[in-house]
């Protein structure tokens, strides 16, 4: 069974760092697109950041574009969400998410199989 476990969150201050891991374990990681997603208050998930299997297409929320880099790591079977000058518009609970067929949309939590728990960010400002 395809599992996904994050890892990385915290409580920090406004315009501090964070970086977010996310571990696959159960499945190939090399054949895995990945994204993030943060969960709203109103419980949606919006999207953040995705990277395909080959690395060669990074996606970015407008609103993280400049401060955020995804990235993966097959040898460690992680991907990574640096995340910087963080604002308190960016606290949530960010959930990754995964899947291992052929698409070039990112956007939506539906064009995604696996998902993790998630790990929450908080900022303070």
């Known amino acids: 069974q395809v599992q996904l476990v994050e890892s990385g969150g915290g409580s920090v201050q406004a315009g501090d760092s964070l970086r977010l891991s996310c571990v696959l374990s159960g499945g190939t990681f090399s054949a895995y697109a990945f994204g993030w997603f943060r969960q709203t208050p109103e419980n949606e998930r919006e999207f953040v950041s995705a990277?395909?299997?080959?690395?060669?297409?990074?996606l970015y929320n407008d609103s993280v574009k400049g401060r955020f880099t995804i990235s993966r790591d097959d040898a460690k079977n992680t991907v990574y969400l640096q995340m910087s000058n963080l604002s308190p518009e960016d606290a949530g609970v960010y959930i990754c998410?995964?899947?291992?067929?052929?698409?070039?949309?990112?956007?939506?939590?539906?064009?995604?199989?696996?998902w993790g728990q998630g790990t929450r960010v908080t900022v303070a400002s």
């Open positions: 998410a995964a899947r291992d067929y052929a698409s070039n949309s990112y956007y939506k939590p539906a064009q995604y199989a696996v």
């Open positions: 990277i395909n299997w080959s690395a060669t297409t990074k």
